[in-house]
């Protein structure tokens, strides 16, 4: 057994841990970009604790999924502004952007140089800005990966920014910053948690450190996402979503994904789906492909027992089936209102060339078994 394990250097969870960041801050320079949502309402109370501990800070607004060209944008600030570090408080996009300004600002040449897929794929030189990532919803995972996913409008696709150099220096997860998201995005951040814990517990490259993650996340995911978007205000069902988020990414960093992630890259890129809602709608038409897959072309896999156990973690039955997680998936989606995909415009003209796309994205390699091209558009006309 071999297996490598990469995390942020510091992970503070609690409630009210929010308060424990500008000291931090302090010490990793004077001068600071804030990188927000559109609304950075939520960022007042860090903004002032940062002006309290004598820090400077500008502000840098992502209103929507981080395109090339806005990060390009945020890095030349950082630049002209000679900033010493970068703070980023928000949703996933809000990290990523984060994440990747402050990669590029220390790095020369463009992004493309740096980017998978669409460019050159060059490792980073230099090491990026020191980086704190503080999640304002329950689902990406964002603040301990070491990638940036990144849209660009001209290739219609997103694509990842990586390195390890890029793992913040201080992750702070404080469930509180939650308390009030609305439930449509509680439903769709916290179902992309839950795609992250069962993805990387079936992946190909899944270790023991990430299984005990994800059989946790999944437990507290279960238990919670319903409660979650139910009550907005439930502090107990918004913490437990946030450690079933961080344990999300901490489980994908180290084991990868697989084909529901496959998909969300191309779909992303090309139509305005929001990542979370695409792998809500994809996630248990997915199970139920691959359980098919597994027991037609290898039935003797020990990810179908995997599938079994997912199954009765998230029914809390001891005599459940594989079978029976994907029905008890189905019905969330209906609980939480799910949109099926062909809301954002996507129609079954579409799933030769999104099927194309994903076959070649790096999530698909996490997938247990390599499915054939009409288990891939099997999987996306039922999510439309």
């Not at 007042?44 to 840098?60: E, K, M």
């Not at 489980?251 to 697989?258: D, K, P, Q, V």
Request: proline fraction near 6%; glycine fraction near 8%.
């Amino acid at each position: 057994m071999r297996f490598e394990f990469a995390t942020a250097t510091r992970i503070l969870f609690g409630p009210g841990t929010l308060r424990e960041v500008a000291p931090a801050a302090s010490g990793m320079g004077k001068r600071a970009l804030v990188v927000t949502g559109r609304n950075s309402s939520r960022a007042a109370g860090l903004l002032d604790s940062l002006t309290s501990v004598g820090l400077q800070h500008i502000s840098f607004a992502v209103a929507g999924e981080p395109t090339t060209n806005l990060v390009q944008s945020g890095a030349e600030l950082a630049r002209s502004e000679f900033v010493e570090l970068v703070i980023a408080i928000g949703g996933g996009s809000v990290i990523d952007a984060g994440k990747a300004i402050a990669a590029l600002a220390t790095n020369s040449g463009a992004l493309l140089d740096y980017l998978e897929v669409i460019g050159r794929g060059r490792a980073l030189e230099n090491p990026p800005l020191p980086f704190i990532a503080i999640p304002t919803t329950a689902g990406t995972g964002a603040e301990v990966t070491r990638n940036a996913v990144l849209a660009s409008p001209e290739h219609r696709v997103k694509v990842s920014l990586r390195s390890p150099l890029m793992l913040p220096q201080l992750a702070v997860i404080d469930p509180e910053l939650a308390l009030g998201l609305p439930a449509a995005l509680t439903a769709s951040t916290g179902m992309d948690a839950l795609t992250q814990l069962i993805e990387p517990f079936v992946s190909c490259r899944a270790n023991p450190l990430t299984d005990g993650l994800c059989r946790e996340g999944i437990v507290r995911a279960a238990r919670s996402i319903r409660r979650a978007c139910e009550h907005m205000d439930d502090l107990d069902a918004r913490e437990g979503m946030a450690a079933a988020s961080l344990f999300s990414g901490l489980a994908l960093a180290n084991a990868g994904l697989g084909v529901v992630h496959g998909f969300a890259a191309p779909i992303g890129g090309m139509f305005p789906a929001p990542h979370g809602a695409v792998c809500a709608a994809l996630l248990p038409h997915a199970m139920d492909i691959n359980l098919r897959a597994l027991r037609l072309r290898q039935p003797d896999s020990a990810v179908l027992q995997r599938f079994t156990e997912i199954a009765r973690l998230l029914t809390r039955n001891p005599d459940a089936t594989a079978d029976d997680g994907v029905s008890w998936l189905r019905q969330l989606c209906v609980d939480l209102k799910i949109p099926s995909l062909g809301t954002y415009g996507i129609l079954p003209d579409d799933v030769a060339a999104l099927c194309d796309k994903a076959a070649q994205a790096s999530s698909m390699k996490g997938n247990p078994l390599v499915l054939t091209p009409d288990e891939l558009r099997e999987i996306l006309k039922c999510a439309l």
